[in-house]
């Protein structure tokens, strides 16, 4: 190891901070037209893809804990985008319903993708890459995480 392994520049944790900081800023103008910040406009691509779904589902989906989600679900209600009840089959679960303003506002959203790809400067096919590569890394180090330490004698 050298002192330049320890270069900012050298870091892939830096790299995609800053490349996540860029792209969420990128989609602020877009969204902002559509009345959404970026986690409500994930929450409902999720809606759109996946219809009804309760606050765990939607959790797991989008990796986010219940006191992240329920603010940004109650606002997302008081915009008129959702609706939330409790489950007629266990009272313990939400489920979250698209209103009609809701499901209207997924014609308003079909450009996003176009858009912000466009906005990139990147050909689609790197895109895409870059979306594979994201996804296994991702994948590789929640599975290390999952995985105990050697020698932990747990």
């Known amino acids: 190891m050298t002192d330049s392994d320890l270069a900012l520049d050298k870091q892939v944790c830096f790299a995609l901070y800053a490349a996540s900081r860029a792209v969420t800023q990128l989609y602020r103008p877009v969204l902002d037209a559509l009345g959404l910040t970026y986690p409500q406009y994930l929450v409902m691509l999720v ?16 990796d986010l804990d219940s006191g ?3 603010p940004l679900l109650k606002r997302l209600e008081a915009t008129g985008y959702v609706r939330r009840e409790r489950s007629a089959t266990d009272e313990r679960s939400v489920v979250v319903h698209l209103t009609e303003a809701g499901a209207a506002l997924r014609t308003r959203a079909s450009s996003v993708p176009r858009e912000i790809a466009g906005a990139t400067g990147m050909e689609f096919v790197e895109l895409s ?8 890394l991702t994948e590789a180090v929640s599975a290390r995480q999952l995985t ?5 004698p747990s």
Do not use: F, Y
């Not at 105990?148 to 932990?152: F, R």
């Open 47 to 62: 809606l759109w893809e996946c219809g009804p779904s309760t606050v765990k589902h939607l959790g797991h989906e989008l």
């Open 68 to 70: 992240t989600l329920s």
């Open 129 to 136: 890459a870059l979306r594979q590569n994201l996804v296994r």
């Open 148 to 152: 105990p330490n050697e020698g932990d």
